[in-house]
């Protein structure tokens, strides 16, 4: 694993490196393998990234667009991160519809959108059952309890290790989540982190010695590159 890590000055420049960071690897991708795939995460950090993708001149039927987590929600709701995706995003540009490919969340119940989300991913990388897929970027944030995706402290989506895909579980409220070995089986992962009040969790994540079921970001070692993008505020303390 090749694990770089950078603190901006604030978010706008954080924005901007993500942006630099993407279109290197989208540039890459498209000369070497004819297409560029991309998992994206929700929150409002990534979302002006996704308004200054949407500005671009891009290639964009080769660009497949995929989900790392997702609410068990219509994608009509304001808390579904395909709908922040598509306003910011996707609704903006001239992407083939099928090359967007989000979480079917209509489904009878959330472990049947989870397998059918997981029979998609394998169809469209033609991957056998024991194979994860490799994914160009699989952008991250990580929230102050330290998860990623909708991998949360201490819950049983961390002990999935045989699977593309699983139900996450927020206070109840079941998510859609990549598993944390699909994620690591990507060429690139980029987390984006902003805010003062994700330090102590850096700090943690970052230790030489904590517990990944407490601090599930820990859990991201990908084979590819491993990318922390911080701003200041959330960076601080690391800049020494």
């Given at each position: 694993?090749?694990?770089?890590?950078?603190?901006?000055?604030?978010?706008?420049?954080?924005?901007?490196?993500?942006?630099?960071?993407?279109?290197?690897?989208?540039?890459?991708?498209?000369e070497?393998?004819?297409?560029?795939?991309?998992?994206?995460?929700?929150?409002?950090?990534?979302?002006?990234?996704?308004?200054?993708?949407?500005?671009?001149?891009?290639?964009?039927?080769?660009?497949?667009?995929?989900?790392?987590?997702?609410?068990?929600?219509?994608?009509?709701r304001?808390?579904?991160?395909?709908?922040?995706?598509?306003?910011?995003?996707?609704?903006?540009?001239?992407?083939?519809?099928?090359?967007?490919?989000?979480?079917p969340?209509?489904?009878?119940?959330?472990?049947?959108?989870?397998?059918?989300?997981?029979?998609?991913?394998?169809?469209?990388?033609?991957?056998?059952g024991?194979?994860?897929?490799?994914?160009?970027?699989?952008?991250?944030?990580?929230?102050?309890?330290?998860?990623?995706?909708?991998?949360?402290?201490?819950?049983?989506?961390?002990?999935?290790?045989?699977r593309?895909?699983?139900?996450?579980?927020?206070?109840?409220?079941?998510?859609?989540?990549?598993?944390?070995?699909?994620?690591?089986?990507?060429?690139?992962?980029?987390?984006?982190?902003?805010?003062?009040?994700?330090?102590?969790?850096?700090?943690?994540?970052?230790?030489?010695?904590?517990?990944?079921?407490?601090?599930?970001?820990?859990?991201?070692?990908?084979?590819?590159?491993?990318?922390?993008?911080?701003?200041?505020?959330?960076?601080?303390?690391?800049?020494?």
């Amino acid at each position: 694993m090749n694990k770089t890590v950078e603190v901006l000055p604030d978010q706008p420049a954080l924005v901007a490196r993500a942006l630099e960071l993407i279109l290197s690897k989208l540039e890459t991708a498209i000369e070497q393998r004819g297409q560029f795939t991309i998992a994206l995460s929700g929150g409002s950090t990534p979302k002006p990234l996704y308004e200054a993708i949407a500005t671009q001149k891009l290639p964009w039927d080769k660009i497949h667009i995929f989900w790392g987590d997702e609410r068990y929600v219509p994608p009509d709701r304001p808390d579904s991160n395909e709908l922040m995706a598509r306003r910011a995003w996707l609704d903006r540009v001239d992407i083939p519809a099928a090359n967007i490919h989000p979480v079917p969340t209509l489904e009878a119940n959330p472990e049947l959108a989870a397998a059918k989300y997981e029979q998609h991913l394998k169809e469209f990388f033609h991957s056998s059952g024991v194979e994860f897929p490799p994914l160009d970027v699989v952008l991250l944030g990580m929230g102050d309890d330290a998860h990623t995706a909708s991998l949360f402290p201490h819950t049983e989506a961390l002990k999935v290790r045989d699977r593309l895909v699983t139900v996450g579980n927020k206070d109840g409220n079941p998510r859609i989540s990549f598993t944390y070995p699909f994620i690591n089986s990507a060429r690139s992962v980029i987390f984006l982190v902003a805010g003062a009040n994700k330090r102590p969790a850096l700090a943690q994540v970052f230790a030489p010695v904590a517990d990944d079921f407490t601090y599930p970001s820990r859990l991201i070692q990908p084979q590819g590159e491993l990318w922390w993008l911080l701003d200041g505020a959330a960076g601080l303390e690391l800049q020494h």
